[in-house]
């Protein structure tokens, strides 16, 4: 290693060193510099800016941690108002041989709910990233390419070329944000694989793709206040979802994710095989790929999407964030959340050992508790896809994950409790009970659909969960400034909600399959009707 150092031109110390400019790293780079203003930061960035618009990554569509991040948190406001402010996420459940967008159940918002989320154009968002990191006085070395590194407890060494000269950078701390290129996991043998095993294909058109002009009906058009277009629109079917997303630079994202033991990688591998499968499973859709086809930009497709790391951080040094570590599903936009969560604790991390302090505590709660939000999230998706078809299931199924994460992780993450040590210690059992309650109605999920016939259910009809009471307290709630102890009494009763909603469920689904009966679950003292509306009109067919 000595005699292979000698090659190399030696560069200043830095504190901190990210491989990878892309989401995860600038967005950390920006937050660990907010948080101490003399951190050196150095980001190596393989690839060149300015971005092209619509580059080619996943991660365009956020939900409401994940903005509230970018917003908030990184203060990015300007930024984002460059860009396309998200009517929610929205579900289109199959219907026949899905020739008829009006007679697909679906189930979206009609309206803009209180907290914001965005549509981001990734090309676009980065290279603002970029200058706001160069503002900030974050050096950002780009078109520079990781060649190795060696690892000494807070005694990195990272050797890298760029315009054809070799470069060494010393730095305290190494953070690896190099995406599923994955690099400091390929080193130190990290990788870790999940059993939930689906795969992923996706494109952009440089064209508007508007679901609205998929039908002329008047009370179809006129049912939403605003247009589904800004929305992140969904297209269900068995074993797999598609979809669109609308970008400010006027392009559309549209993507297929489907389960392997339903739709296999090799029918989507390629643009062509993925234009066949959406000819035969969405034809709509299709039509206005080919009708653009002019428009083609770019395709990508991922096989095994879902993966998991055996560690995060390390107090002698490293960490890992963004796509380098984990990674779950991106059915509900998640992305940005868990980047925004992972760059909080590596920014604690960071800026205490910085400053002198024993961070061995932190890096072990931290990362107990960004596995158990991951391992708490993993019922949601994990043997989920064949229930995608049904629209009784997965419209209940939707209400209850969003329950979980406006009523659970979310306010933590608000309020910015997820690195104060003392109050998780607090909070775990409460969020032990919301895991429990999760895998128990994730089962009931799989169960129910597992003996319901999707294919009897009558379509056409709009189940509006921005008109949901509890929906809108509990998404009201997450700005809401709390006290410690308030913000503890907040998520108690959310869990006695979650309880009540579980046992709402619950009945519905012994109304029409008795069979489904457990009897470990006690539904005596259920007295809410938060749903009743929504079933009495929509669900009960």
């Known amino acids: 290693m000595l005699q292979e150092q000698e090659k190399y031109f030696m560069e200043e110390q830095t504190d901190v060193v ?28 393989k690839a060149s800016f300015p971005r092209p618009d619509a580059a080619l990554k996943v991660g365009e569509s956020t939900v409401e941690v994940g903005s509230h991040y970018f917003e908030n948190i990184l203060g990015l406001k300007n930024i984002l108002d460059q860009e396309i402010r998200k009517l929610g996420l929205r579900f289109f459940f199959s219907h026949e041989a899905n020739q008829d967008i009006t007679q697909r159940t679906e189930l979206g918002p009609s309206h803009f709910l209180t907290v914001w989320s965005y549509q981001l154009d990734r090309g676009r968002f980065e290279n603002a990233l970029a200058e706001y990191c160069e503002k900030l006085g974050i050096k950002l070395l780009s078109e520079a390419r990781v060649v190795d590194f060696k690892l000494a407890p807070n005694d990195q060494l990272v050797n890298f070329e760029k315009a054809a000269k070799k470069h060494s950078l010393k730095a305290k701390w190494l953070v690896d944000a190099s995406g599923r290129a994955s690099l400091l996991k390929r080193k130190l043998a990290l990788k870790k694989k999940l059993r939930h095993n689906i795969n992923a294909a996706w494109f952009r058109i440089a064209a508007k793709i508007n679901v609205d002009d998929w039908s002329q009906n008047a009370e179809w058009q006129q049912r939403n206040e605003h247009s589904r277009y800004l929305s992140t629109n969904h297209l269900y079917g068995k074993g797999y979802w598609t979809w669109l997303i609308p970008l400010s630079s006027g392009s559309t994202s549209i993507g297929i994710v489907a389960d392997e033991r339903f739709h296999s990688f090799k029918s989507i591998n390629t643009f062509e095989k993925a234009r066949e499968w959406l000819k035969k499973h969405e034809p709509q859709c299709s039509a206005m790929v080919e009708e653009n086809l002019d428009c083609f930009q770019d395709f990508l497709a991922l096989k095994q999407f879902s993966y998991s790391c055996k560690q995060l ?78 629209s009784k299931v997965m419209s209940s199924k939707f209400i209850w994950d969003i329950m979980m994460y406006w009523g659970g992780i979310g306010p933590l993450f608000f309020k910015q409790k997820l690195t104060d040590l003392k109050f998780m210690e ?20 799989r169960d129910w659909a597992a003996i319901d016939d999707a294919q009897k259910h009558a379509g056409g009809f709009f189940l509006d969960y921005s008109e949901i009471p509890l929906l809108q307290q509990l998404n009201r709630n997450l700005l809401e400034f709390q006290e410690d102890e308030a913000l503890l009494q907040q998520l108690r009763k959310n869990i006695k909600s979650a309880e009540e909603l579980a046992a709402e469920i619950y009945l519905e689904a012994l109304k029409y399959y008795p069979e489904l009966k457990d009897e470990n679950v006690d539904l005596s003292n259920s007295q809410a009707e938060h749903l009743k509306e929504f079933y009495d009109e929509f669900i009960v067919c």
């Open 18 to 45: 990210i491989i990878g400019g892309g989401l995860a790293g600038l967005s950390l780079a920006i937050q660990l510099k907010n948080k101490s203003a003399n951190t050196r930061i150095t980001v190596l960035e």
């Open 313 to 390: 951080y390390s107090a002698d040094g490293w960490c890992l964030t963004g796509d380098s570590g984990m990674f779950l599903d991106p059915l509900y936009s998640p992305g940005s959340d868990f980047i925004g969560m992972n760059n909080g604790f590596i920014t604690d991390i960071i800026s205490k050992s910085l400053a002198g302090q024993n961070i061995s505590v932190e890096v072990k709660q931290h990362e107990r508790t960004f596995r158990s939000i991951f391992a708490g999230f993993l019922p949601i998706y994990e043997d989920q896809y064949p229930t995608m078809a049904n």
């Open 426 to 445: 607090l909070v775990r059992p409460i969020l032990s009970e919301f895991f429990i309650l999760n895998v128990r109605l994730q089962k009931l999920f």
